[in-house]
Each structure stands twice: as C-alpha cells, then as structure tokens.
C-alpha cells in the first residue's frame, strides 16, 4: 500500500472515531439533562433555602448560589423525596467535594450511604447516677 493511501485510510478513520465521540458525548448530556431535568427545583421546593454545612440563608437574589448536592455522590440517584440530595451553599459544595476527593485518593473505602455510621460515644450514659447524686445532694 501506497503512504499516501495509508494516510487517507488513517485519517479517514480518525474522523469516523471524532464523529463517533462527538455523538457519544452529545448522548451523554442529552442523559445528564434528562436525570437533572428538575431536581434542583424539587430540591428547592423540599428542602429549606439554607446551606446545610453553614446554615448560610438565601433569597430569591443570591439563590443561585446554592447549589443540590448528591450526598452519596452519584448524580444518577435522585429519589423524590429528596433523600439523597442537601442544598450547600458554593463553598460548602465544593470543599464537600474536595474533601471527598481527598478521601478516594487515600485509597479509603468509601463508606456505603445506606449504612448509617456507628456511633460508640453515649452523653447520656450515666445520666441516672448523675441525677442520683444530684438528688442525694440536695437533700
């Protein structure tokens, strides 16, 4: 075969797998705009305009400022109910995602967002010794 007619055939091919991305990352907004078509709106509608990290509140005039954030980070898990979604102001958002990102590049297991973390610590362990006492005291 000819250089010349290799190079047609090469770049021949080359526009075919342009053409194909091109068309395969058209596919994939079209799908990203249907599975967030509305839920920053139901999110709005569920949830209070207040950051969840922060409690900074927002109006009508700065509410583009808060954002909807996956609390399992996976965009395509959007129950409506709201469940996995908390309104985060910008700030907020992002170092929710730095901090994640951080997280997965220390190789940590990432923990499932069906199961609740455990907590050991109980305020509220020796509450009735303490009032106990407390009453002896007064006596």
């Known amino acids: 075969?000819?250089?010349?007619?290799?190079s047609r055939k090469v770049s021949g091919s080359g526009q075919n797998r342009a053409g194909k991305l091109e068309e395969i990352v058209s596919m994939a907004r079209q799908g990203r705009d249907v599975r967030q078509d509305g839920y920053r709106d139901r999110s709005l509608k569920i949830h209070p305009w207040v950051c969840a990290r922060c409690g900074?509140?927002?109006?009508?005039?700065?509410?583009?400022?808060?954002?909807?954030h996956h609390k399992d980070h996976n965009h395509d898990n959007n129950p409506p109910d709201g469940s996995n979604w908390e309104n985060l102001c910008v700030y907020c958002h992002d170092n929710e995602h730095a901090r994640y990102v951080e997280h997965l590049q220390r190789g940590s297991v990432v923990e499932d967002a069906d199961e609740p973390e455990v907590s050991t610590h109980n305020p509220f362990a020796d509450l009735k010794k303490m009032m106990e006492k407390r009453a002896q005291s007064k006596k």
Do not use: A, I
């Open 1 to 6: 075969m000819t250089q010349n007619k290799m």
């Open 56 to 68: 900074r509140g927002f109006t009508r005039e700065n509410l583009q400022e808060l954002t909807v």
